[in-house]
Each structure stands twice: as C-alpha cells, then as structure tokens.
C-alpha cells in the first residue's frame, strides 16, 4: 500500500506549528518578559480587566464561592493531614489560590502572608502514598507554587522564593512520571500530556524565570519542540486528540491551559488560531435525552456530559476560540456558573477553581444553544469520520457516527477502524464493554476485548488461530516524528466521503456516506473495505435507515465476521436472514442481504463479551470485577456475530438496519430487500435503493420496474466514489 505521509510531511509539520510564534535570537522557544510580575495566567493590565469583570452577574457564583473559601480557611496557615483527606484537604489548593489571588487584587499583606505560608506547609506535609496516580495532586500543589511565587511576588523575600523552589523541585522529583528534567513519557498520549509538563512545570517555569532561568529553558525546549508540532497536526482534523470521548474531554484541557499559560504572560498562543478547529467538536457525539454521549475508546458507561471536567473543557475551549457553544454547555453543566468542585479523591485534577473561572471567563462572550451548529460534522484526515443528526431540538432525533480512523494513537484509542454508533431516543448500538482503569489497565479484558476489536462495531477476519481482531501496535508514540514515521501507525485510508448537509438543514432529509480501506488492519486479511451511509428519511415512522457494505479477501484458512454490538435484547428472524432489538421507542430491524445463507449467532448477559471462545469478564480479577460493579450494572447488551455458512475467501458482508416508531406493528415493517446481478449488489427499502458496483469498473444499469420516486444511491465498491440520482441529488 503506497505511504500515506512522507518524510516531507513531517518536516512541513513541524516547520508549520513552530513558525506561528516569535523565537528569540539565542533560543528555539520564546522567553517570558523579564522583571515582569504577575505574569502567570496575566499580567497586570489583564488583571485590571479581570477585577472590572468581577461586577458581572456571570462572575457572581465564582466570586461568591472564593469568598466561602477564603471565609472558612482564612485563619492559620493550613497543612495536610497525615491520611490527607482529600474529602476536605481537596480545596487546600484552591485556598491557597484564592489568598494569593487576593493580594494580587489589592495588595493586603495578610493574603501574601497566608498563603505563603500555607504553602510551605502544604509543600512540607505533601504525602500522596493513598493515591494511585501521585502525580496528579503532586501538580496541581506545584501549579499553586507558580501562582503564591508570581502573584505575591512583591511581598515575599529571596529567602522565601528560594524555599519555594525547593520544596517545588523536591516534589517533581518525588512524584512527577514525567521526571525531573521532564525527559520521560511521551508527547502524544499518555500521562505526559496531563497536567505535568503542560500545566504544573509551564507555569512553574514562567513564575521563577528572573532567579532560575534554567527552569524554563528546560521544561519550553520539550514544549516547543515535541508538544506543539503534534498537536498543531491533529487539531486539523477537527479534533483534539484521538483518544476517544472521555480521555478526549480531558487531555485537552491541559493543551487550554498551555494555551492560556504562554499568551497570559503576552506572547501569542503556541496554537495560533487552530483551536477554534475543535473547540465545540465533542458536542456533536452528545445525546439530547441524557446528559451524556456516544462511548468510544475508554469511557465511563455514566453520564460525561454533565461532568465539572467537561465544564472546564467548554469554559476554557469558549475563552480560547470565543465559542459560544462552548460556553452554553459549561454554563448548563453548573448551573448558570454557580456550581464548583474539588478534588476529592486524590485523582482529579481537570476541575476549575472559582479563580481560575473568574480569570478565564470571557463576560463578553454570548452563549448560544447548538441549535445552529450544522447537522453534520466531518473529522478531517488523519481520522476520518461523520456525526450527523436529523435535529439539535429533537429528542428522538437519530444521530449517527461513521468511523474510518486512519492514524492510530494508541493509549485510550481502541483498535476500531471502521466503526459505527446510533441512537434514536436511546442508544441502539455503540461500543460495547466496561472501561476497566488503574492496575487493571494492560489485563487481558482490556488489552484484548474492550481495546481490541471484539468490542467494537468492526470486522473481524478470525483464523490462524485468534478471532481476527485489529493488529496491535506500539503504545508508546513519542513525538510526532515518532507519530507520523513512514506509515508505522497508519491503520486505514478513506477512500470517499459525501453528505447533502444543505437538504438535512432544510428538510430534516438527507445523507452522509463515508468509505474506506482498512486492509492495513487486519493480519489475516489481503484486502478489507467498508462502506457506510446512513439515510435520514424524514419519515416519523421510519427515520433512519443505516447501510453497510463490506468486502473482505481473506488469507488462506481465515474468514470474515460481522460484529454488532446490541444496546438491548436481541432476537433472530424466523427466516434467520436478520435480527430485531426493541427498545424504549424504537424498533430496530436488522437484514442480512448478504451472505445468502448466514449464520447469526447472539452472545448475551454474561457472555457478551465473549469472543473467540473466551469469556474474557471471566478473566478479571475479584478485585477489578468489584471496582467495576456499578459500570457492569448499567451494561445490557447483546453481542452478535454474523458469518457465511461457507467461510469462504472471498466475501461480502451487506447488512441494512431501519428504525421504525415502536407503536407500529411488526408487519408493517418494511424489510429490505435484495437485487443481484454479475455487476451489482442493490438493497431496496422503502423508496430508497442503494446499489455496489461490484467491480468498480463504472458500468450501471438501473435496476428494472424501480417506482418513479425512488432515490438511487450508486456506489463504486472499489473506490467509493457515489452518485445519487432523484431526492439528493440537487443537494449535494
């Protein structure tokens, strides 16, 4: 297969990203302004706008909730317990924040001194043994050192400073992963692109530049010169990250807080303007019947949407990009900007302080409901996917995800190139198993099941002695030299994609298409591709018909097997030719066009998530299944395998699901039907036709006796191209 990215496209990468911003003449990264302070988030001209905006009525739960700190803690220095009790001991940080903050607004000594003093004593008393990721208390204590150093900076003595230092130093030493210098982990993914380098060390280094210069110069060199180019090149698809819903509305968050660590201090934003690319992105994933979204790579089951970690994500994303859409979902998530938290537990460290809201908060700033963001949104190369919906008011509205996935991160990405989720009122299908984290993470459960290919909506060529998931690559991505090498972790290649995004907008009718090759994926393969479209009828009975079109060359002894993962119970056709799944509201019915004979067979309840003859929950340990009870109690779902009764070869896979108003009876519902011919391969449903062009070599020839109305979606097999005669054709 020819290489996607050359050794070119690499260096115009990182010659791109690097070019957005001024470099001093002795260094390849720019330096703060010198004998400046405050400069750590803003300097004092920011900061006088940040008081004038302390009268919005925006500002006013924030400012209230600072004020409750500073009431309830302003009395002797505080300090950690020995157990730290993160229940309460949790908000120390945001005190210490709240005192200094406070000096930094008028210029009281008794701020300064407080949290100065707290500090050092939160520094001496620091003792994280208790939590499994140390790293992440250990750097939002460090984050406030930055802060008590640069905004008490003119009360505090060079003995002081000097101690402040120190006891910083000693705890990224002690408990940073990344190290001290920051030389471990990667840039790409990971811990390393968490709140160490990217938050803690960034302002650490920004606060203590006049006296440790070194500081800076260490912790910017890897900054600028492995961070930025990475994320300069993802943020082009549309996206932030690859690493699915939850990690991808987290890990983003530390990128806002570089972002606002650099042009806080006055210099432009390493990203220049390319965040605006992103920063409402996962709002397309998002369900209008619960305050949560589609599930793809590691995720809680739980809701996401209404979590403080997503508020910071849209509060900070709308400030950076002036997004209001953004900025409507952090406003809904806490109620009108009243609601704050904390770290509790040790591990979270992706909440915003009421200080960090009123520096961050763009009062002139509207928010705006989703309600005119497009109906359908495409992630750019190197990814490769569609989200569309029929309506951003609708409850009921479908909403659908087709995914090609070309470039692979690794981490919290799964091995999933081709997938597809839907919902309609409910979830109907997406991914399916547990997110099972901490010394769980590298089990078998994970690593093979719920990260591999088993747990997804995708292909699986079984033989040689697995069931035929995706290959697994290298975990470990370091930069993006490392990241874009030749084609190391290129997985699959979108072959077309088109939509009639103007006729959905204007009639709530339309399509969007997406195809690809995913044969680099597949060991036991020579050549996969997949192709999905999914047609929004309009029709209140029956609004959503979702096709998928799949040819596999297997290697000798190997064969396909067409996965869906079931969000409810599952029954097989009495023709054995599909399956239907009832939900709450909808019906869902299911054909199997092709093969002609196959074999369906359903893994349910405590089996569904076997494959390949393992039951790989019964795998985990005593201690992983009871930390997981509860995300195991909310999964209900079937998993289904469909084959050829043949195994041979050469096969195609043509499967046609449709929604239907489950108030209906069930012989009213349309099943799709099959024309074959030596050229094509054609699924008829309702007034739709969709027909594969077996041989991608262009010759067409309608099927006979097709009603008048009746829309033709033509498709090469081979390239993807589409044409699309009648309803769209005008809109595409």
Known sequence: MKKIFSLFAVFSAIFAALSIFPLSA??????PPENVHPRVLFTQEKLSEIQANLKSPENAGALKEKNRLL?????????YSKEMNFKTEGQFVAVVEAAAFEYALTKDEKYARFAYGSLVNLLKTFNPEKVYDKYRPAGQLVFAAAEVYDWCYGALSSKEKKLIVSKSLSVIQNYFQIGWPPAKQNAVNGHGCESQLLKALLAFGIAVYDENPSIWKTVAKRFYSEYVPVRNYVYESGLPTFQGIEYGMYRPIFDLWSHFLITGMGLESPYGEKIKNWSHSYLYYGFLFANSSFHFGDAKLNSLFNEQRTAALMLMASSAAADSYAKFKAREITNNFTKFAYNTSGESDDKLSPVQFLIFNDVNLKCLPPDSLPLVNYVKSPYGEYVLRSSWSDKNAPLVRMKIGELYSSNHEHRDAGDF?????????EQAGVYISGSSFKSGYNKEFYHGTGAQNCLLVEGNGDFGGQKEYEDGISDIENFLN???YVRAKVLNHSDSVKNIEETGKGYAYISGDLTRSYPNAEKVKRHMLSILTGDEEN?????VYDKISAKNGCNGVFQF????KTEIKSDKKGFSMRGGNVFLNENVLLPLNPEIKIFSGKENSTVGGKNYKKTLTKDALEKSSKQFALENSDRIEIRSEKREKNETFFNVFSTWDNTISENQIEDAKLIQTDDFDCALIKNYAVCFVKNGDGGFTFP????????VFVINSESGEISVKNEFSEKQ
């Open 26 to 31: 002795e260094s390849e990264f720019p330096l």
């Open 71 to 79: 009431n309830v803690f302003f009395q002797n220095p505080l300090s």
């Open 421 to 429: 989720a839907f919902s309609q009122g409910e979830i109907l299908s």
């Open 486 to 488: 030749g084609d190391k």
């Open 543 to 547: 609004r959503l018909i979702f096709v």
């Open 565 to 568: 993962q079931a969000k409810k």
């Open 704 to 711: 006979a006796n097709l009603p008048a109305e009746t829309t």
